[in-house]
């Protein structure tokens, strides 16, 4: 396979998922947006451990970019809260669902359809904050990201992520046993492909922690914290096996 069309495989897959009611792709409710407004919310980062307050923040007056954001479910929030908002993402079910969102809720959003392994399309220092919930687990190679996430935020900007850490990738479907090596990378690996297009999961790719956290410190940037999540639900969340990363890092 020609790993250059891989992003649109997943473009394509994710926009189905949402058809199909994706818990990813839910956007939030009035309801929510609501008790947002009283000062109540909360958003994550990974499947269930809500992301310290502290992390973000006060972010009325902040420009925030949703880093493969897209679904409506942070980017509400944080608007409401006082933040200037851009999404970025690739799907387009996803973006409409922000723009479902905005418009109901009667807050500005900038909404751009994108592919974050090409150049982010935003100048040098435009943000304050970037958010980038899990979402590197769909792309080959993530330290281009890192770089591309310190040149567009401004000095004393945050990156906070949310991480795989290649567990998942090495069990099968009922994650009782290990199966699979690592790295777990369809583009090179036919079988590897094979056990994703039969579970529909799209072009997937599991990362080292020297990928993701060594990828953010070489960029330039300061790991502040860090915490682990489960997948929510399945045998590995029952014996409670973290899965996930979440990392909040500064640009000194």
Known sequence: MDFINYQDINAETI?????????????????????????????????TKPVPHSWLGNLKGKKLLGLASGGGQQIPLFS??????????????????????????????????????KPLPFPDGSFDIIFHPISNCYIR????????CFRVLKPGGRL??????????????????????????????????????????????????????GGQLEAGFRLASIYEDTNGVGFLHEKNIPTFWATLSFKD
């Open 15 to 47: 926009d189905r998922w949402v058809d199909e009611g994706w818990e990813w792709g839910v956007p939030v409710t009035h309801e929510i947006c609501e008790s947002a407004r009283a000062g109540k919310w909360d958003v994550l980062l990974t499947p």
């Open 80 to 117: 409401i809260a006082g933040a200037e908002c851009t999404v970025l993402d690739y799907s387009q079910k996803q973006l409409e669902s922000e723009r479902m969102v905005a418009d109901r809720e009667g807050y500005s959003v900038e909404i751009v359809r994108a592919d974050m392994t």
């Open 141 to 148: 190679e993530v330290k281009p990201v890192f770089r591309e």
């Open 160 to 213: 906070l992520c949310g991480l795989d850490n290649g567990v998942n990738y090495i069990v099968g479907s009922d994650e009782s046993k290990i199966v699979n090596f690592l790295p777990f990378d369809p583009v090179v690996n036919p079988e590897q492909r094979k056990l994703l297009e039969d579970d529909d999961c799209g072009m997937q790719f599991s990362h080292t922690a020297e990928e993701q956290i």
